[in-house]
């Protein structure tokens, strides 16, 4: 149960330290990662359950690529 908020955590120091030009921004979208973090860490250890693996910090990656790549689009499409 220790790793919904351990990912969440990886997925805001990811994001921020990314994305650490604009403050708010980055602080906001780094919640936002954190928060998504949590149903993908629950839909990552349902889906590897059955093989008997763990989900460990693969729903930190994707939830960190996640963000970064909407960021990326979004900032691009704003200045675009």
């Known amino acids: 149960m220790g790793l919904f908020g351990y990912n969440a955590v990886l997925t805001i120091v990811g994001v921020i330290t990314y994305c650490g030009k604009d403050t ?12 998504l ?4 860490t629950a839909s990552v250890d349902t889906w590897l ?3 008997g693996l ?12 996640l963000m970064l790549s ?11």
């Open 49 to 51: 359950l059955p093989y």
């Open 70 to 80: 909407a960021r990326n689009i979004f900032v691009n499409w704003k200045n675009g």
């Open 24 to 35: 708010r921004w980055a602080v906001l979208t780094g919640v936002l990662g954190a928060v």
């Open 54 to 65: 763990p989900a460990l910090t693969m729903p930190f990656v994707l939830s960190t690529w």
């Open 37 to 40: 973090s949590v149903p993908i």
